[in-house]
């Protein structure tokens, strides 16, 4: 179908969607900063090409775009940073985290991005993931949420500035990932739906041909490919 670029792709969204991709006969490279857990996800070198490393890190941002050669027809920007947790209000934020927040989860994305559109074939697609925490105001979400917020109009912009590619800002929804349990400790959360639920809103962006703009997961999952 095409080659990729997954990035946070040891467990939860990031996982279910590239196995989805391989599963449908994409060729992934994926990526996160805990080595082993993405080899323990990924046991098989044949199905994808795992790169380890941290987003934030401009030489592990060029490794996986090296790794996926090209012409590359996807990047999904998912991997992501919560902060602290508890979440903490954001008259008390500490600002060294909120940097960190804003490094993985605005600069990082558009970093990658900008690596990568010179290796992008004709009407490849640009996934970030983002939150409705990016436009709602949720107490102890400020730190996040903001974050979201910017790599949402950045996505548009970018959108903007190449209207020959197909560039998306995707909500997946709540889901029952350890991001999700970090943000509320100690709490319940096995009524919130598993994040394969929201892999078909996600193809239907990957392999449609909707345009751009900004969608949630639980809308297209009845319209995917």
């Known amino acids: 179908m095409g080659i990729g670029i997954v990035t946070g792709a040891s467990r939860g969204l990031g996982a279910a969607l590239a196995h989805a991709l391989v599963d449908r006969g994409w060729r992934i490279v994926v990526d996160a900063r805990d ?7 990924w046991s098989d070198p044949s199905r994808v090409v795992v790169v380890a ?3 934030a890190d401009p030489a592990h941002r060029r490794a996986l775009v090296q790794a996926a050669g090209g012409p590359i027809d996807l990047v999904v ?21 909120l940097r960190r927040v804003y490094e993985v989860n605005v600069l990082a ?6 690596l990568a559109l010179p290796h992008l074939a004709p009407g490849a697609r640009i996934l970030d993931i983002t939150s409705d925490a990016g436009v709602e105001a949720y107490e102890g979400w400020g730190g996040y949420g903001s974050s ?9 912009v970018l959108a903007a500035e190449h209207p020959q590619l197909r560039i998306y800002a995707v909500d ?6 350890q991001m999700h349990q970090d943000a509320f400790p100690g709490e319940d959360i096995s009524d919130r739906p598993l994040p394969e639920q929201s892999v078909p809103g996600l193809l239907a962006l ?5 345009p751009s703009g900004r969608y949630r997961a639980k809308d297209l999952a009845g319209v995917a490919a």
Not at 109 to 114: F, I, S
Not at 148 to 156: M, Y
Not at 206 to 210: F, N, P, Q, S, T
């Open 206 to 210: 990957i392999e449609g041909d909707l």
């Open 148 to 156: 979201k917020a910017a790599l949402e109009q950045s996505t548009a």
């Open 109 to 114: 994305p558009l970093a990658l991005v900008q």
């Open 172 to 177: 997946p929804g709540d889901m029952r990932t």
């Open 53 to 55: 490393g941290d987003v």
């Open 35 to 41: 080595e082993q857990a993405l080899r323990r996800e």
């Open 77 to 97: 920007n998912n991997a992501s940073a919560l902060g602290p947790s508890p979440l903490p209000r954001l008259a008390e934020y500490p600002l060294d985290e």
